[in-house]
């Protein structure tokens, strides 16, 4: 049963995501036909819903998950590492363009890789495998998409603003590693990160 709601929930999460790789102009119609308020409706809704299954099944499917690989516990101190880097560039997506937003170009893409790959250093058992991968790949086939978009004149680059949105990204992303290695990530996963 867990295996079932964790992949609807990866489904819905990763398919509501995917709407302008997999079809670009279904937003554009369904606004048209419904508005864009009933758009954002939608995409809330469904985006929570696969949230709230996503992680309520992989808690479930990952007890029994059969395990393929088990790290050296080393690399825990990468994926430490690597994990204050997605929150600091993840951080900077929602800022004005600094320097690493305008490097980057979708740092909330860039984020979601580092995310990926530095819990697949620690993280043998299937599903895991299963949740990390599948975002791995949504995330570069969104970067294959974003840049047909930016080919096509549809989106534009982050062109750079000030180098203090890249202090404050660093900022963010220091207190938002702190909160996740004090109590979110056991709170929201219920796994408590063996680094801090």
Known sequence: MGWVIFVVGL???LGIHSERIV??????????????KAWKILYSVVAIVGFVLLVWGYGIARQRAPVLYVSNFNLVYVTAALMLIALIVLASYKLPAGRIKATLKHPMLVAVKIWALAHLLVNG?????????????????DRISEKKRWRAGITQNPVFVSYKYDAIAVVIGVVLYGLFTWKLHLWLIGVQPPVG
């Not at 079809?23 to 864009?36: K, L, M, V």
């Open 11 to 13: 489904v819905l999460l």
């Open 23 to 36: 079809s670009p102009d279904f937003r554009r119609g369904f606004i048209a036909q419904r508005g864009e």
């Open 125 to 141: 058992d299937l599903a895991s495998i299963v949740l990390f991968v599948s975002f791995l790949a949504w995330a570069v086939a």
